[in-house]
């Protein structure tokens, strides 16, 4: 072990992460808005809409990752109305057509773990919100979709942390994160051990963060709960 | 932990070389290429490898009298792999630089070919006028004048090459810092980023551009200023090899010797790169 070399390369695999955070944050955020709106359509009463969302999620959940973020890269530019038109501002660069793909793939899970959070909001809540008079909007807004958030927070914690793995593919359409930092330093030193082990422990120290702060939302969404059953 | 994957790779190689001197007209050798370098080497749709360094192997091998096994392996690679004993030896145009030998050895050159900068036609580049041969270890007045001329018609732009390779090193070292490099992992993905205007020049060999062209007509690919070598671009494309295998190092520079001699070498380049590019 180089442990000098390891020492060396933090600094440089750290700025990575920036980028790394920035596109996890990034996608995430597009993806999970996306995604209340498939739920929606999923669980809505028209078939072809519901059909339509239960398609996408068929596809981008069944394809990998890593085929997507080759196809809107490296596929879309393929064709030349793309590139002419106002789509190519965005794709033409690697940054967007990272966050894209990673944001279309997490909606597709988040889509189905909101559906089945959505479906399990207690049928008293909405009755009463019913009888308290609240329209279809703010019924949504301020009991179901909060209720199904605290109900699907673990595993979209776990959603989280796949994405952040996820991510590492974007050094394949060059995207300079904590992966592919690593390999250019490999390129130049020859030494993948080293590197890798510490832009692992990198990926570990996000991850840890994105536990905590996981953890701390379970903790303040669930506090009504507990305060009840302590009531009782 | 290190240790003791090198032990068990040591003792690997010593129960091999026994092996060897017991039956010493079977010598058993393991090639790592990258087969995605056309026309070095390709794979074509059946998962057949073909090229240049493919027919070598097999003129190599034939006058080594040993038999031998190519494997594929990612370019980026390709070092760490030949340490840790995946394979025995590198053929996958790598080119000779000190900056390697202080990893591997190398045997002596078999095919220099230069590298040339790439850009789509209509490029402000194209039409630059520089000498047509430019050594970086031997910069002439006139070559000075077209290096400038290059690094000045280059500020700001982004720039293309395969990871791990000299054209990367001379990106990042000649063309300094006014220039962002992007890297890719095959020579493929770089194309396709060449051609669909992502990137606003490209290096790599002179050759694989040429097969480029010359498959795809309406590539809209254009080849730009000189012919680059020398500098990061090392002394030509030679066989990787570990530091401890000087017998093997002996036995492929004495193969490589008889196929220069007697001319196979220069064949084996004319039929892939349509010049003699032998060393």
């Known amino acids: ?232 | 932990m290190k240790r003791l994957i090198l032990g068990a790779v040591a003792l690997v190689a010593f129960s091999a070389a026994g092996l060897a001197q017991a039956q010493a007209q079977d010598l058993e050798i393991t090639i790592g290429t990258e087969g995605a370098f056309p026309p070095w080497n390709g794979t074509n749709p059946n998962g057949e490898l073909f090229g240049a360094e493919i027919d070598l192997i097999a003129a190599l091998c034939a006058e080594m009298n040993a038999t031998c096994e190519t494997v594929t392996n990612d370019f980026d690679s390709m070092i760490p792999a030949l340490q840790a004993g995946r394979f025995d030896a590198i053929m996958a145009a790598m080119s000779i630089t000190d900056e390697r030998r202080q990893s591997i050895s190398f045997s002596n050159g078999y095919f220099g070919d230069p590298a040339r900068i790439a850009v789509l036609d209509g490029s402000p580049l194209v039409g630059i006028e520089t000498v047509e041969k430019l050594n970086l270890d031997n910069l002439d007045g006139a070559s000075q004048a077209s290096l400038d001329a290059l690094k000045a018609a280059t500020v700001g732009m982004t720039i293309g090459a395969q990871g791990s390779t000299t054209h990367s090193n001379f990106i990042e070292q000649i063309l300094g810092g006014d220039v962002t490099l992007k890297t890719y992992g095959t020579q493929d993905d770089l194309n396709l980023d060449l051609q669909a205007g992502r990137i606003d020049a490209a290096v790599a060999e002179n050759s694989v551009w040429s097969d480029l062209i010359d498959s795809d007509p309406s590539s809209g690919i254009a080849l730009i200023g000189p012919t680059l070598d020398g500098g990061p671009f090392g002394e030509g494309i030679g066989v990787g090899l570990r530091q401890a295998d000087t017998d093997l190092l002996a036995a492929f520079n004495a193969a490589l010797a008889v196929l220069k001699a007697n001319g196979t070498l220069s064949r084996i380049s004319i039929e892939w790169f349509g010049v003699d590019a032998s060393l």
């Open chain 1, 1 to 232: 072990m180089k442990f000098t070399l390891m020492w060396e390369s933090l600094p440089t695999l750290l700025s990575g992460a920036v980028l790394t955070v920035q596109l996890v944050a990034l996608a995430l955020v597009i993806g999970f808005g996306l995604a209340v709106v498939i739920a929606l359509a999923r669980l809505g009463s028209n078939p072809l809409i519901s059909g339509a969302a239960r398609f996408y999620i068929f596809v981008f959940r069944g394809t990998p990752l890593l085929l997507q973020i080759f196809l809107i890269y490296y596929g879309l530019a393929q064709f030349e109305w793309v590139r002419e038109s106002i789509f190519w501002l965005v794709l033409k660069e690697a940054y967007w057509a990272a966050i894209i793909a990673l944001a279309l793939n997490t909606a597709a899970y988040t889509a189905e773990l909101m559906r089945g959070g959505i479906s399990g909001v207690p049928k008293g809540q909405v009755e009463a919100a019913l009888a308290c008079g609240m329209g279809r909007i703010t019924r949504y807004r301020r009991i179901i979709l909060p209720t199904a958030f605290r109900q699907i927070l673990p595993a979209y914690g776990n959603e989280i942390i796949l994405m952040v793995k996820a991510s590492s593919l974007a050094s394949t359409i060059t995207l300079m994160e904590i992966t592919g930092i690593a390999e250019r330093i490999i390129a130049r030193t020859f030494s993948p051990l080293e590197v890798f082990a510490v832009a692992g422990a990198i990926y570990l120290a996000i991850n840890f963060a994105v536990t905590l702060g996981v953890e701390g939302l379970e903790r303040r969404y669930n506090k009504g709960l507990r305060l009840a059953s302590a009531a009782r």
